[in-house]
């Protein structure tokens, strides 16, 4: 199976982007993933726009241990869609890529509009598209959990 790289299919986007392509692949695909994962990607909330725990409008809080073999990235809930915070550990980090489409802006990506976990020899790639950029990592797996959080009406 090919897969299209989400970054190139995030440039050409105008509007909301439907997920639906990858959705119909991950049945395929989602027996080679490594467990925590596979748990994420499957998650049918996952990829639901109106659904509580769907990654889309979540903006990059920080990223931290990039560059090592552990790796966190905590992401911040939007006020008028998310009830929390999503937290995702990586383990067995082998690769760790940020693009951004408008100069350095570190690893501010902007709003996430998806993401996509595919299978990879080293474990997954877990690809988060923003606006104004990618996160890409390539991990053994990864642990994602939705974290309470106290809405500050500031996002």
């Not at 395929?28 to 725990?53: K, M, N, Q, V």
């Not at 990039?66 to 915070?85: I, L, S, T, Y």
């Not at 408008?102 to 877990?126: F, K, Q, W, Y």
């Amino acid at each position: 199976m090919q897969y299209v790289d989400l970054a190139a299919r995030v440039g050409d986007l105008s509007g909301v982007v439907d997920p639906a392509h990858y959705v119909s692949h991950l049945p395929s695909i989602s027996a080679a993933l490594p467990p925590g994962a596979r748990a994420f990607a499957t998650d049918t909330d996952h990829y639901d726009f109106r659904s509580l725990r769907c990654v889309k409008d979540l903006t990059v809080r920080t990223v931290q241990g990039a560059g090592g073999d552990e790796m966190v990235v905590e992401f911040q809930h939007n006020c008028w869609k998310h009830d929390r915070d999503l937290v995702v550990r990586y383990s067995g980090v082998s690769s760790f890529i940020v693009e951004s489409a408008a100069g350095d802006r570190g690893t501010d990506v902007g709003t996430v509009i998806l993401d996509e976990i595919l299978p990879h020899r080293d474990g997954c790639s877990h690809e988060i598209a923003g606006w104004d950029g990618t996160l890409t990592v390539v991990c053994r797996d990864l642990q994602a959990i939705w974290m309470e959080t106290a809405c500050s009406n500031e996002a």
